[in-house]
């Protein structure tokens, strides 16, 4: 598959179709979060993202100590820092910002976008030239060249 980020071209099989992903269904325990986990460290995956709501911290640390690095949403936990690449989450500030004359005015009903934030970078697992690769796609993404899939239904097909 090509991705923005480049090509995933596996060199030894067995070959995996990919983004390969692996869930636990809501309410999992952390044995549940664990073997879903298992599913991405037995494919050889080495970078995982972390969405919303997935695991705890229990999760985290057995895949960091699997050798996975970690993209998530949240700030990393201090033990997680050299295999957190980075936080990526919504600029609610800006959105704020883009609010704060019509709150004040008390008009509502409008929609605000939070732009893509990326945070908590490390720089041994995401390089400043890589970092810049990601600030143009969010530029990209803001400015509507980028189709990420979601939005309203009006977005839509």
Known sequence: MVYFCGLCRQTYPPY???PLFSEAPAGAT???????ADILVNSAVNTVYITPGSGDETLLEYLAEAG???????????GLIDQWIATVSGD????????????????????????????????DLLSPG???LVDKMIA????????TGTGTTSDSP
């Open 92 to 123: 609610i500030s800006s959105a704020l910002q883009q609010a704060w004359p019509d709150l004040i005015t008390g008009q509502s009903g409008a929609v605000y976008s939070a732009p893509l934030a990326v945070t908590h970078i490390n720089p």
């Open 140 to 147: 990209e993404i803001s400015a509507g060249f980028i189709d």
């Open 130 to 132: 890589r970092q810049r």
């Open 30 to 36: 952390s044995p549940e979060w664990q073997a879903a």
């Open 68 to 78: 996975v690095n970690l993209i998530g949403t949240t700030p990393p936990p201090d």
């Open 16 to 18: 995996f179709n990919y």
